[in-house]
């Protein structure tokens, strides 16, 4: 009954003031929205020089190498039983005790010291990022998923090169490297 005594304008102000208040309330959801994006991007951009620090740490993925790149099951040295440095002797001793020119083993001997020489200097970076104060720090800041990605790496670098098994072969390591560039990658979506 009271609602046949509002006259026009008082129907138009009514509708008017919804319609102000459906603006207003999409307006500030917007806002929210468009603030959460520049709180996300904030965060990432903090978190890059964590990841970047993760990355810069470990080898290219493209020169990643490994003993069974050139080692095989016929030089049976393959496996935890000979350290770095004896595979090298045994090799230089086959090559000495070899009576014709051996062009194979001299390549394995070549590529070898390459190896050492190759895991000396990442293994000396990753060390040297793990032993610094900023590590606790990349540690804290950084997910989960790409802390456990980068040790997978790290266990799997250091096991290829103490232990030497077929396992443990560069494809496996760039397995690795890719799970973390993307764990890094999924990090930093928004």
């Known amino acids: 009954m009271w609602i046949n005594k509002i006259t026009a304008d008082g129907w138009i102000s009514f509708i008017g003031s919804i319609i102000g ?17 520049q709180i996300k991007q904030q965060m990432i951009e903090k978190i890059r020089p964590y990841h970047d620090a993760l990355k810069e740490s470990i080898p290219s993925y493209d ?28 090799l230089e001793k086959r090559l000495r005790d070899s009576e014709e020119p051996n062009g194979l083993l001299e390549y394995k001997i070549e590529q070898h010291k390459k190896y050492m020489e190759y895991w000396s200097k990442s293994n000396s970076k990753i060390e040297e990022f793990m032993n610094s104060g900023f590590y606790n720090a990349v540690k804290s800041a ?29 494809d496996l390591l760039r397995g690795n490297l890719s799970r973390l560039f993307e764990a890094i990658k999924n990090a930093e979506k928004f």
């Open 21 to 37: 208040a459906i603006i207003t309330a999409i307006s500030i959801i917007i806002t929210i929205r468009i603030n959460n994006k």
């Open 63 to 90: 020169y990643i190498m490994t003993q069974s790149d050139y080692l095989d099951e016929e030089d049976n040295l393959l496996g935890g039983f000979v350290d770095v440095e004896g595979r090298l002797s045994i």
């Open 142 to 170: 950084c997910d989960g998923e790409v802390i456990k990605c980068y040790y997978d790496f790290f266990v799997a670098f250091h096991n290829e090169h103490f232990y030497s098994g077929p396992i443990i072969d560069t």
